[in-house]
């Protein structure tokens, strides 16, 4: 009797304990799945949090029109074909005339320097997945200077023959670009594109000198690497020709032909 006793206090004593752990009336197994239920979701909730930081960390593509400034500076060369003064670059005959004469073709130029820079507005087409898009307008300013080298002729009769000549050259060119943009990471950018301006040049060769202004086309490339948020490092590579430009000196007209490399710093607004 004693035993009985005990064993139904016991099983009184237990019961609110159950009663506090599972609701009343609930099978155990119900019980358990509700409880899975529940750690399931905290389980989703922090990997929720987890993604949410880890997406921030990462740079993402850009879906909002933005304001841009770029500063570059680089290397140049560049040839100027044309008419020149035949009493300053004689004709020059392989044989002797009247078998053939060489005419001054154009003058090449030594490595010289570029530099300038651009205002413009970066406006995204495509931020879907992976891959972004944007056009970029923009106005642009290049300073460009360099030695003339030597004078080439005509390659007549298989040969090329050439003279020296001592000047320079300086220009500024004043563009309207307009790029296509291609953005394959948050971190590199690719552009493709050209422009229209004028071009203003001067020159001065074997102690004569001129100036004029031009018609001036150009196709460019350029490469970005991001290095923060509105920094972005830039490389540009470009072909420019211009119009005839009426110098007035040993080389009367001459259209120029430039294509140099560039390295700079773009700042995103």
Not at 156 to 165: C, L, W
Not at 248 to 264: H, K, M, P, R, W
């Given at each position: 009797?004693?035993?009985?006793?005990?064993?139904?206090?016991?099983?009184?004593?237990?019961?609110?304990?159950?009663?506090?752990?599972?609701?009343?009336?609930m099978?155990?197994?119900?019980?358990?799945?509700?409880?899975?239920?529940?750690?399931?979701?905290?389980?989703?909730?922090?990997a929720?949090?987890?993604?949410?930081?880890?997406?921030?960390?990462?740079?993402?593509?850009?879906?909002?029109?933005?304001?841009?400034?770029?500063?570059?500076?680089?290397?140049?060369?560049?040839?100027?074909?044309?008419?020149?003064?035949?009493?300053?670059?004689?004709a020059?005959?392989?044989?002797?005339?009247?078998?053939?004469?060489?005419?001054?073709?154009?003058?090449?130029?030594?490595?010289?320097?570029?530099?300038?820079?651009?205002?413009?507005?970066?406006?995204?087409?495509?931020?879907?997945?992976?891959?972004?898009?944007?056009?970029?307008?923009?106005?642009?300013?290049?300073?460009?200077?360099?030695?003339?080298?030597?004078?080439?002729?005509?390659?007549?009769?298989?040969?090329?023959?050439?003279?020296?000549?001592?000047?320079?050259?300086?220009s500024?060119?004043?563009?309207?670009?307009?790029?296509?943009?291609?953005?394959?990471?948050?971190?590199?950018?690719?552009?493709?594109?050209?422009?229209?301006?004028?071009?203003?040049?001067?020159?001065?060769?074997?102690?004569?000198?001129?100036?004029?202004?031009?018609?001036?086309?150009q196709?460019?490339?350029?490469?970005?690497?991001?290095?923060?948020?509105?920094?972005?490092?830039?490389?540009?590579?470009?072909?420019?020709?211009?119009?005839?430009?009426?110098?007035?000196?040993?080389?009367?007209?001459?259209?120029?032909?430039?294509?140099?490399?560039?390295?700079?710093?773009a700042?995103?607004?």
């Open positions: 009797m004693r035993h009985l006793i005990c064993t139904a206090l016991t099983l009184c004593s237990v019961q609110p304990a159950l009663a506090t752990e599972r609701p009343a009336g099978l155990t197994g119900g019980w358990s799945e509700q409880v899975n239920d529940r750690a399931d979701a905290r389980f989703e909730s922090a929720q949090v987890s993604e949410a930081v880890a997406f921030d960390a990462v740079p993402q593509l850009g879906a909002r029109t933005q304001v841009y400034v770029r500063v570059n500076g680089g290397f140049v060369s560049a040839q100027h074909y044309g008419d020149f003064d035949p009493g300053t670059y004689p020059v005959s392989v044989f002797n005339p009247p078998l053939g004469l060489l005419e001054p073709d154009f003058v090449q130029s030594d490595i010289g320097f570029v530099a300038g820079g651009a205002v413009g507005v970066r406006i995204p087409w495509h931020t879907g997945g992976p891959v972004g898009g944007a056009t970029r307008i923009e106005a642009e300013y290049t300073f460009r200077t360099y030695t003339l080298d030597e004078v080439i002729y005509d390659e007549d009769f298989g040969v090329r023959p050439e003279a020296d000549i001592t000047g320079r050259v300086t500024h060119a004043v563009m309207g670009n307009i790029i296509a943009e291609w953005q394959p990471s948050p971190y590199w950018r690719f552009g493709f594109g050209g422009g229209a301006g004028v071009l203003f040049s001067d020159l001065k060769a074997n102690g004569e000198s001129g100036d004029g202004s031009a018609f001036a086309a196709a460019l490339a350029t490469a970005e690497f991001r290095l923060t948020e509105q920094l972005w490092l830039t490389f540009g590579a470009r072909v420019l020709g211009a119009a005839e430009v009426d110098y007035n000196t040993d080389i009367e007209e001459a259209s120029t032909f430039a294509g140099d490399l560039t390295v700079g710093i700042l995103e607004i």
